[in-house]
């Protein structure tokens, strides 16, 4: 576990926790957005196959609320959801699927994301309209822009996937997302490359790869700070 700014961020490794997680989730991705049927999870916890092969991550409010939540789902029997929805056609050196993760599932509730145009992620007005965010205001020599440019939750979230893929050895990753989110990871430095085709799914979505290798050398150059705040054991603070 670790802090920051004014949340904690951890593992989820107790059942009761990872009810909060699949509650958030439920709240989010069914009750908001509509992106699954609330009638289809009775008990109100969104969960499905891919998460008992997860390893989930939540993010702390000073109550101990679950506001903020991201998975790890590792390589199983059942593949990876992205490998399922896009066929993988330029996912280059793919290594063996037990060094790779697919990052999913992440969400903000709706009580953290400051202003009503962001949507689930919190991430639309960090980025500009040309690329499907909702500000068209240059951020330089802007020092009230610059200070809301830090998405701290989904950062933190981050950190601590990066973390885990230290610990476990994993180095690459797979996500499908939309071009908001996209375009988010990469204005603070997370660079993806697309590996297949878009597809229909709760709108357009788009499968992505990367390696910690290609990010961290990203971020060597253009985001150094946020590569030292990634690397930092949360252990030595």
């Not at 008992?52 to 993010?59: G, K, P, R, T, V």
């Not at 991430?123 to 499907?132: F, L, W």
Request: include cysteine; aromatic fraction near 12%; charged fraction near 30%.
């Amino acid at each position: 576990m670790f802090e920051y700014g004014k949340f904690k961020f951890l593992e989820a490794s107790t059942e009761e926790l990872k009810k909060q997680i699949y509650r958030l989730r439920y709240e989010v991705y069914a009750l908001e957005f509509g992106f699954e049927n609330p009638h289809d999870f009775p008990d109100k916890l969104e969960k499905e196959i891919y998460d008992d092969h997860s390893l989930h991550f939540a993010a702390l409010n000073q109550h101990d609320e679950v506001i903020g939540t991201v998975r790890m789902i590792l390589d199983s029997e059942n593949g990876f959801p992205v490998e399922h929805a896009s066929q993988i056609t330029g996912f280059k050196d793919k290594p063996d699927p037990k060094y790779i993760t697919e990052v999913s599932r992440l969400a903000v509730s709706k009580t953290m994301r400051r202003r009503p145009e962001d949507g689930m992620h919190g991430v639309e007005s960090y980025i500009p309209k040309a690329q499907g965010g909702v500000s068209d205001i240059p951020n330089k020599n802007n020092p009230k822009i610059e200070k809301r440019q830090k998405p701290v939750i989904i950062l933190g979230l981050y950190k601590i996937v990066y973390q885990k893929c230290k610990e476990l050895g994993i180095t690459h990753m797979y996500m499908i997302t939309e071009e908001k989110l996209f375009h988010a990871l990469y204005k603070f430095g997370f660079i993806f490359t697309q590996v297949g085709p878009s597809v229909e799914y709760h709108g357009k979505r788009t499968p992505y790869a990367t390696s910690w290798e290609t990010i961290e050398k990203h971020m060597q150059e253009h985001h150094p700070g946020l590569l030292e705040f990634l690397k930092l054991n949360p252990n030595n603070k």
